[in-house]
């Protein structure tokens, strides 16, 4: 990851606490009230590259010592996001506001920012301990004062004792924990993560993750990340914005952007879901009935709507929320009967994908435990799946 360091960012005041953070120094406490809630504010920001739209009128509050996440594909608008807080890209149009001051009025190299790409960009001719000093030597900091930030800087990401070492040295978590160390040193009041985790293999990421988390937290520091990686947004945010075609679509915690999708591209596009089309048939203010061709039933979904009687809808049902049993369900609503077509075993629980009656595949999420207390269905058995009527999600859009 390259880092503002390498441009001789002056760093802005210390961030707030959440903990005992000593990279911080003696940052103030968080503060209360709209400010605390509105201490980064994106308003109304546009960019354009030439005739393209990148960016279009995005509205964006960000918390003090928030860990929030812009989640998208690719194109979609969230790297060039975090770019122009950066000061890397110009902004069209809109204002992008820290702690009330507008960042148009700082050139990059003097913004409270930090920012980590996806290359972690350490000099290779440096010992570890010289990456982090980089930026403070640049700033003139006293070398006492250097020493001892360095050193707590490298303690807290737990790489104190590979001070001595070279960036070659270093396996490819330690060489990120190194680049996190050379950007909370500067004590930035916003830390811009972009694909923190995407050099990293698998297993090492999802520790990462974690401690990651746990770092930021006990540093304070206000947070946005971008990533593609639904797991990594959801595993490590506070709240997020999932973005498409340079807007955002859906704004709010983890739980609730999951369980709630306010449109079928936040359903599909945070974890994975099933999607049954069909046509409202009574309408109250705790449920609605659905009518669909999909099932031999009707649609019972325990939430009302907000429209005409007959307008077309989509239900999302997650496939953990299904249930797969070889006896008919009891209930007049939510069920249906087919053939199991395939079987992916994930360890902790199998994926069953199974072909409905009327020709649509359904999946279910199916534990483990509940397949010892079954007799586990195989290919081309036929069986039954029903859901409860909380479990689905009616969307509109």
């Known amino acids: 990851m390259m880092s503002s360091d390498q441009s001789g960012a002056v760093a802005g005041a210390a961030a707030p606490s959440r903990g005992q953070g000593a990279v911080t120094g003696a940052g103030a406490g968080a503060g209360t009230g709209d ?32 860990l929030f996440a812009l989640l998208g594909s690719s194109g979609c608008g969230k790297s060039t996001l975090l770019r122009m807080m950066a000061g890397l890209e110009t902004v069209t149009s809109g204002k992008i506001l820290i702690d009330g001051e507008d960042l148009a009025q700082w050139p990059p190299y003097r913004r409270p920012v930090n920012m980590m790409f ?3 960009a350490l000099f290779p001719h440096m010992t570890v301990e010289a990456n982090v000093a980089f930026g403070l030597k640049q700033e003139g900091v006293p070398k006492a004062e250097l020493k001892e930030r360095v050193q707590t ?30 950007s909370l040193v500067k004590r930035p009041k916003l830390l811009l ?18 401690e990651l988390v746990n770092i930021l937290d006990q540093v304070g520091v206000t947070c946005m990340m971008v990533t593609h990686d639904q797991e990594e947004a959801m595993t490590m945010a506070d709240r997020l914005a999932v973005m498409s075609e340079g807007q955002i679509v859906q704004l709010g915690t983890p739980h609730e952007v999951y369980e709630y999708p306010n449109s079928r591209f936040s359903a599909e596009f945070i974890g994975s879901t099933n999607l049954f089309e ?21 649609l019972y979904v325990s939430h009302g709507i907000t429209g005409p009687l007959g307008m077309p809808v989509t239900i999302s049902v997650r496939p953990e929320r299904i249930a797969l049993t070889r006896k008919p369900p009891e209930g007049a609503y939510n069920w249906g009967k087919g053939v199991v077509t395939n079987i992916a075993y994930m360890g902790g629980y199998s994926l069953y994908h199974v072909k409905l009656d009327g020709g649509k595949t359904v999946i279910a999420n199916v534990t483990s435990l509940a397949l010892t207390e079954i007799d586990p ?13 909380s479990a689905g999600v009616v969307l509109t859009s």
């Open 35 to 66: 400010a605390a809630d509105h201490f980064i504010q994106i308003v109304d920001v546009v960019k354009k590259f030439g005739e393209t739209v990148a960016v279009k009128e995005v509205n964006l509050s960000v918390k003090k010592g928030e």
């Open 118 to 120: 996806q290359s972690y």
């Open 153 to 182: 800087a490298l303690d807290l990401v737990q790489m104190g004792r590979f001070a001595k070492r070279k960036p070659h040295q270093l396996s490819g978590g330690q060489q990120q924990r190194v680049a996190l160390a050379r």
């Open 193 to 210: 993560l972009d694909e923190p985790m995407s050099a990293l293999d698998k297993q090492i990421r999802q520790r990462t993750q974690i």
């Open 278 to 298: 069909g046509h409202t048939v009574e309408d109250e203010p705790d449920y609605v009935f659905i009518e669909t061709p999909d099932l031999p039933c009707r």
């Open 377 to 389: 269905p195989t290919w081309g058995d036929e069986v039954y799946v029903r859901w409860s009527a």
